[in-house]
């Protein structure tokens, strides 16, 4: 294929309708400026002000002020609903967000393909996962990756909470966990086994469930769902059906860190995938129990937001995460 073809296609594939900002639709070609007006937009929708996307961006204020006041101007719409401490996306805002964020990713990935070096990758990567598995797993792992491809920056958040990818500029994320029906695509990777764990001082002092009869006469570090702040059950599989009940604690905590460190300090019973506390059980730090009567597996996935393709950087990293998340997963 030559160039001229290349280019011919590139621009048939990113000239798009936006059929839900109005009555007439708009046929929108691609040009550098346009290109440049998006990533402004999607700054400033991520950073929630003009201020804080300007400084990201190390653009004047006005500039990115005046991108945005010409994208309006050219869709004839409102993108931004605009306070005195903050501006939030519209409902047309929000048709676009996801459409920029894709259109953009495609110009990236066009103008590496024409580098001297089509096995190098650049660019940044916002990637979000559980902050237990950024710290065992991923982080340890990460220079590595990071010497095989020195073109690449990886931006890393860590927490326990569900956060929207398509709003907070993530390109993928791990989800512990079932993942429900939404715009997101999900690849498997398999699941953790879990057991349930307390720690000796604990167990003197409470004495060693068998059945799950005997949680009658237990507590538990209560898990609060981050978000939600719902307190998740305990679970067991009995007679091939799951079995849940609602546990009495004195503690609830939303972090995985915590939670471990509370069953360490004999709290309570936990739930909590083998390869988190491997070493605890090891040290006998930590006591397997009820070892009949585990909950299910917890399957992991890497989700995207929905868009056409994925970019060549995201390909080969999500590669390599698969991989490292391998080495902790049920066999």
């Known amino acids: 294929m030559g160039e001229e073809s290349v280019f011919a296609t590139f621009l048939r594939i990113n000239c798009f309708k936006l059929n839900t900002l109005d009555r007439n639709s708009y046929q929108w070609g691609v040009s550098m400026d346009r290109i440049d007006q998006l990533r402004i937009f999607i700054r400033v929708a991520q950073s929630g002000g003009f201020t804080s996307a300007a400084e990201q961006l190390g653009l004047p204020r006005p500039t990115v002020s005046l991108a945005i006041q ?37 110009s990236d990935e066009l103008e590496q393909q024409f580098q001297p070096d089509l096995l190098a990758l650049a660019g940044r990567l916002r990637v979000d996962m559980p902050s237990r598995i ?33 709003h907070e500029g993530v390109d993928c994320a791990l989800r512990v966990g079932e993942v429900p029906s939404s715009s997101l695509v999900a690849r498997p990777l ?20 068998h059945t799950p009869e005997d949680l009658d006469r237990h507590q538990a570090v209560n898990y609060a769902l981050p978000g ?44 909590i995938p083998a390869y ?21 597996p917890m399957p992991i996935h890497i989700v995207y937001p929905h868009r056409r393709h994925l970019s060549r950087r995201m390909q080969v990293f999500s590669q390599w995460l698969a991989e490292i998340i391998d080495e902790c997963l049920e066999k």
């Open 134 to 166: 950024a710290r065992r797993q991923v982080a340890p792992a990460l220079p590595t990756f990071l010497q095989q491809h020195p073109g690449l920056e990886i931006e890393l958040s860590s927490s326990d909470r569900t956060i929207d990818l398509v």
């Open 228 to 271: 939600s702040g719902r307190i998740d059950a305990w679970e067991w599989i009995e007679g091939g059906q799951l079995q849940t009940r609602l546990m009495v604690g004195q503690v609830a905590v939303n972090n995985a860190e915590t939670y471990i460190a509370c069953c360490l300090a004999g709290a309570g019973l936990i739930q």
């Open 70 to 106: 010409r994208l309006e101007a050219r869709l004839g719409t409102r993108l931004f609903s605009r306070t005195t401490r903050r501006v939030s996306l519209t409902q047309d805002g929000e048709a676009l967000l996801e459409r920029a964020l894709a259109l953009v990713a495609d």
């Open 190 to 209: 398999g699941s953790f086994r879990l057991i349930n764990c307390a720690s000796p001082t604990y167990l003197a002092r409470y004495g060693t469930p």
């Open 276 to 296: 988190d506390v491997t070493e605890h059980l090891v040290a006998g730090e930590l006591i397997e129990v009820l070892h009949d009567w585990p909950a299910p």
